[in-house]
């Protein structure tokens, strides 16, 4: 139901899974494991995966923070679109890639939940994307001592707000990893 014209399909990104934005993050394990589920069943059913990395002072390029996480694995053919900002849109081709994949709906995975998880969300949705955040497939670290709430806290609180997000011709939902079968999509 996007508002995107001639855009039926559907992407999977993964977000910053980099060694420096989760070494600590709540559930890094199971969320990983959670995105390599979803990155399979995406890849058997043909659909576009593009990895997002992003680079600042403390993930500096081609540093072990600034690396994907060893468990999971881009193929080649999988764009990686490289960005400075918690937006994964702003300054980046990843439009141009979802636009040539006729993708209108996204299937949002990674870290830092509170911070790129959140903004690409929100700046897919007010560019007309339907957005699915994996409500098992995104985390964060502790912020409390500047503070945010607890990790845990911060990942159920923005699973709840964003299945109640609406916009005229465009869906928010949030499913669990379980719920998601690619085949149909």
Same mark, same amino acid.
């Given at each position: 139901?996007?508002?995107?014209?001639? #855009? /039926?399909? =559907?992407?999977?990104?993964?977000?910053? *899974?980099?060694?420096?934005?989760?070494?600590?993050?709540?559930?890094?394990?199971?969320?990983?494991?959670?995105?390599?589920?979803?990155? !399979?069943?995406?890849?058997?059913?043909?659909?576009?995966?593009?990895?997002?990395?992003?680079? +600042?002072? !403390?993930? &500096?390029?081609?540093?072990?923070?600034?690396?994907?996480?060893?468990?999971?694995?881009?193929? !080649?053919?999988? /764009?990686?679109?490289?960005?400075?900002?918690?937006? +994964?849109?702003?300054?980046?081709?990843?439009? *141009?890639?979802?636009?040539?994949?006729?993708?209108?709906?996204?299937?949002?995975?990674?870290?830092?939940?509170?911070?790129?998880? #959140?903004?690409?969300?929100?700046?897919?949705?007010?560019?007309?994307?339907? &957005? =699915?955040?994996?409500?098992?497939?995104?985390?964060?670290? !502790?912020?409390? #001592?500047?503070?945010?709430?607890?990790?845990?806290?911060?990942?159920?609180?923005?699973?709840?707000?964003?299945?109640?997000?609406?916009?005229?011709?465009?869906?928010? =939902?949030?499913?669990?990893?379980?719920?998601?079968?690619?085949? +149909?999509?």
């Amino acid at each position: 139901m996007t508002t995107l014209p001639n #855009r /039926p399909n =559907t992407a999977l990104l993964v977000v910053d *899974v980099q060694n420096g934005v989760v070494d600590e993050a709540h559930r890094r394990d199971e969320v990983v494991a959670n995105i390599n589920t979803l990155v !399979d069943r995406a890849r058997i059913a043909d659909l576009p995966i593009i990895w997002i990395q992003h680079r +600042s002072e !403390d993930l &500096v390029e081609g540093t072990d923070p600034w690396r994907y996480v060893p468990e999971l694995a881009r193929a !080649d053919s999988e /764009p990686l679109v490289h960005k400075r900002y918690g937006d +994964s849109f702003e300054d980046t081709e990843l439009e *141009v890639l979802l636009a040539a994949a006729n993708a209108g709906h996204l299937v949002v995975t990674g870290a830092d939940t509170d911070a790129c998880v #959140r903004s690409t969300i929100h700046g897919a949705f007010v560019r007309g994307y339907d &957005v =699915t955040l994996v409500a098992d497939a995104h985390t964060t670290s !502790d912020k409390t #001592r500047w503070g945010a709430p607890k990790p845990e806290d911060v990942i159920a609180h923005t699973n709840l707000y964003w299945q109640f997000q609406q916009a005229p011709g465009r869906t928010a =939902t949030v499913r669990p990893t379980g719920e998601l079968d690619f085949r +149909s999509a």
